[in-house]
């Protein structure tokens, strides 16, 4: 099971993004998926997620700018940013919990992350 995140890249302020995060392998459902982001010398920090119900919450520092959404016959979410700031600068990476066919049990995997850029 990977988890591909994609997407990043360098866009000026104000301006607008959207990641994708993929789920491939062998996999019966997916569940939760985050987004979590980690500049420079900060701890990574939750910024959105999704239930597998399509609930959401989102950190305060992005709601109103920010949307996730999935599709799960993609077996894709994504992260719709908008009004970005110099502050969104960082690393996006997603987080999914999945459940696999190899013993039918829920495991939790990381993407490898996409570097988003914010110039002013």
């Known amino acids: 099971v990977q988890l591909q995140a994609s997407g990043g890249g360098l866009v000026q302020a104000g301006g607008s993004l959207r990641l994708s995060c993929a789920a491939s392998?062998?996999?019966?459902?997916?569940?939760?998926v985050g987004w979590y982001r980690q500049a420079p010398g900060i701890q990574r920090e939750l910024v959105a997620r999704?239930?597998?119900?399509?609930?959401?919450n989102y950190a305060d520092s992005v709601k109103g700018r920010f949307t996730i959404s999935r599709d799960n016959a993609k077996k894709t979410v994504y992260l719709q940013m908008n009004s970005l700031k110099d502050e969104d600068t960082a690393v996006y990476y997603c987080?999914?919990?999945?459940?696999?066919?190899?013993?039918?049990?829920?495991?939790?995997?990381w993407g490898q992350g996409t570097l988003v850029t914010v110039s002013s």
């Open positions: 987080n999914a919990d999945i459940l696999i066919t190899a013993g039918l049990r829920w495991s939790e995997y």
């Open positions: 999704i239930t597998g119900a399509g609930s959401t």
């Open positions: 392998g062998s996999i019966l459902s997916i569940g939760a």
